[in-house]
């Protein structure tokens, strides 16, 4: 991203309020990593950390017992597991979205919020390999997985979508941690140079790699940032329509349909947004980044989640047209009675009905509510709206998954699943892992990309004038991203 470019506008505001200096925003973010940690904080961090234990006492349960202690059953083989794995690589697909292909088309406005979407990213993808990895009932051999040499001479079958997953999930962390990694580099060596405990400032200056601000630097940094950019790119698209081919590859119906790569695209996408939205507004509130994360910013985002929202409405329609358009009775079935129809139904109606409405009413209904510029610029209603869509989209994981297996093609082997303490305390573990590594992220790592944020202010032109009586920008010395290191002194 080129900082010597005017101020970013979108419609008739700009992005940052007028005014803002590179001296506010590096003190704005700067302050949150130095100051104490206010007892807000500490308080969530226990709690987050008291269900990171649970994970791990579940865990622990999970490889003494086996995984007999889940609700899974015949002829529900998959459940919980799988549902947890597909929503959590969900979640983790908006930061690549926001980092990468806004990037590459040079939509300024991601600048405040790709870093915040970028950690939850990496430790989204975290929690969500957990469940390939203990699903298997034996987890211990998981290095068979891989193809290494061991001692039972056993080679990958890569035919399996499972060991599709496996690289598609690791090459996908790979590169959004080095992305990450990347784009935090000037902003490490800006708390460098403000640390005043020598601790801090190794540390600080550990991670910056050396760096110094020059242009030799800038140059490597863009060039670098750049080549993960168009890396990230197409596995934004490539590793959710691999999880999909979980289902798709099967001949199952409800699964086997052409449809669930874009689909499963669009609803990471959409439940990504919908997580970094929720995040993202108490996160602002608490530390009062109202003049960094405006409402243009938010307003963008809840225009996303309604396209985005309106794809999976589409989808979800085109299902029941291809299951009909078949003729295939069993497909028919699968979405008729399994999911569509209710209580009204009679005995034909499937005992899962109500997470298909579940469903429907938060991913289809609530984005409507976006249509309107007073319902994208109300904060209770965009805070409310994306719990929902995230609840939603957990249950469209479930109903795919569960809808399709409860009923086999004998009613002889119709079953029901429902999920004991363990499937529950694992799930919300994950929760716990999260939130810990998210709390000690905006604790110790600045939450808004410094060096990008400047890149839209107009100092950032090296053609800019200030104004006559104004200030050229505060004191601070650390170059906006681009080109060579200015000084605004």
Known sequence: MSAHAPVEEIGERPL??????????????SRITENPAPRGWWILFMLALGLAGLLGAALTYLLTVGVGSWGNNSPVAWAWDITNFVWWIGIGHAGTLISAILFLFRQKWRTSINRFAEAMTIFAVMCAGIFPGIHTGRPWFDYYMFPLPNQMEMWPNFKSPLMWDIFAVSTYFTVSALFWFTGLIPDFATLRDRAKNPIRKWVYGFLALGWRGSNRHWRNYERAYLILAAISTPLVLSVHSIVSFDFATSVLPGWHTTIFPPYFVA???????AMVLTLLLITRSVFGM????????????????????????YAYAMEFFIAWYSGNPYEWHVFRYNRLAGPWEGDNAGPLWWAYWAMISCNVLVPQLFWSKRMRTSIPVMFVASILINIGMWFERFVIIATSLHRDFLPSSWGYFSPTMIDIALYLG?????????????????????AEV?????QADPHYAPPPGSSSGGTDSVAPQGGAEVSHA
């Open 16 to 29: 940052l309020p007028p005014g803002t200096t590179f001296h506010d925003i590096t003190e704005d973010v």
């Open 267 to 273: 609803g990471a996408v959409f439940s990504g947004f």
């Open 290 to 313: 109202h003049n960094l994360v405006t409402m243009k910013h938010l307003e963008l985002m809840n225009k996303f989640m309604l396209a985005t929202g309106t794809l999976v409405g």
């Open 430 to 450: 994950t929760f716990g892992l999260f939130f810990t590594l998210f709390l000690l992220f905006i604790r110790w790592i600045p939450m808004i990309a410094i």
């Open 454 to 458: 400047k890149g839209v202010l107009p």
